[in-house]
């Protein structure tokens, strides 16, 4: 916590001189203010420490216009970017990623000199999971005959008597949603948990997130290893993060020990409810949606949310879908992403 000292405050301004283009007809590429080792070095102790995070939901990095739809435009003091414009990569032709080698760039200074977190989101349906549904359905015999003996194979099968197609699906889909995680060197997986009638749900989610958690996770092994037909081999990191995000239906205390946050889409209700009885508060994250809200006086409840503290212990953070949306606002101490800003300061002021 020394560190925070000194740190917080200078992190707070990080960016704010950095000029705002709105006209979207000027291309120019606008260059983000750069500051010396030590400073991002306490940055990085910063994330390290023991506080209350800032989440977002990060888009349209595609774009490069300004600093808005930028890497290197994102508040300097945010913990963990959850992308939502999906996985930029730099090398061409790899699945589940998009070829955009210069935003890949920003995205790896943003992680590794910042210390940003960042999390790949999946909107957990296996039903509209393709193949992996099939295996479940056991469609046209893919699990029972496994001509290949790709299942059979399986270093995690269950025992017999246990194993089931629907749970050789879990398995499947699983890894598949980890593979680029790894590949890309990222820092974990955002499971958006909004079941809708969707069969991976419940006492199967609870069996998902306890697979995934053998290689992300607190939970999460290095003697948990996988090796994909192909050769590439992940190892179970519990550094690496598994974080839950739910509307509506909320996960089962069953996931708690795998799980290091869990996100709640809390859009304009009132902070203060846990996914489940006995939750820890300081694993809940509350969020706005500052997408449909940025325009209107403090993005909506998102300062709400980073003022909000529990009756007892503290909260886990406040964070905002599409914070990006956030970046044309400002104030007198803020010149952009000052919702944003604010509530990190409010969460963790500054100690001088």
């Not at 003091?77 to 990623?97: A, H, K, N, Y």
């Not at 295996?135 to 003996?149: E, P, R, Y």
């Not at 205390?253 to 300081?282: I, L």
Request: charged share 25%; with cysteine; glycine share 10%.
């Amino acid at each position: 916590m020394k560190a925070l000292k000194y740190t917080l405050a200078a992190m707070l301004l990080g960016g704010m001189f950095a000029s705002c283009d709105t006209d979207i007809e000027n291309v120019e590429i606008v260059k983000p203010t750069t500051y010396d080792a030590q400073y991002y070095k306490n940055l990085r102790d910063y994330k390290a420490s023991d506080h209350q995070i800032a989440w977002g939901w990060f888009s349209d990095y595609t774009q490069s216009f300004s600093p808005a739809t930028r890497f290197l435009g994102l508040p300097d003091s945010l913990d963990i970017c959850s992308l939502w414009g999906g996985i930029p990569t730099d090398v061409e032709g790899r699945e589940q990623t998009h070829y955009l080698p210069e935003v890949y760039k920003e995205m790896k200074f943003v992680q590794q000199t910042k210390g940003t977190k960042l999390v790949v989101p999946a909107i957990i349906r296996i039903r509209e999971s393709g193949e992996y549904y099939d295996i479940w359905q056991d469609k046209d015999g893919i699990w029972s005959n496994d001509a290949d003996g790709t299942f059979a194979k399986d270093p995690y099968r269950e025992p017999e008597g246990e194993e089931t197609s629907q749970k050789a699906a879990m398995r499947a889909y699983g890894l598949h949603l980890l593979r680029p995680i790894f590949e890309q060197g990222l820092d974990g997986i955002d499971m958006d948990y909004e079941p809708e009638g969707d069969p991976l749900s419940e006492g199967n989610l609870d069996y998902f997130v306890q697979f995934v958690g053998k290689f992300v996770g607190p939970m999460a092994s290095e003697e948990n290893t996988y090796t994909y037909p192909d050769g590439f081999t992940i190892k179970g990191n519990p550094k690496m993060l598994l974080c839950i995000d739910y509307f509506g239906s909320a996960p089962s205390a069953n996931t708690n020990d795998y799980t290091n946050w869990y996100v709640n889409q809390t859009y304009g209700g009132s902070p203060g409810r846990v996914p489940f009885n006995g939750c820890p508060t300081e694993k809940v994250v509350y969020t706005e949606n500052v997408d449909d809200n940025w325009k209107n006086a403090e993005c909506g409840q998102l300062l709400n949310y980073a003022r909000y503290k529990p009756a007892t212990g503290r909260k886990g953070g406040f964070g905002a879908f599409f914070m990006h949306r956030d970046y044309i606002n400002s104030d007198a101490d803020f010149a952009n992403y000052a919702n944003m800003r604010r509530g990190i300061q409010i969460q963790n002021p500054a100690i001088h």
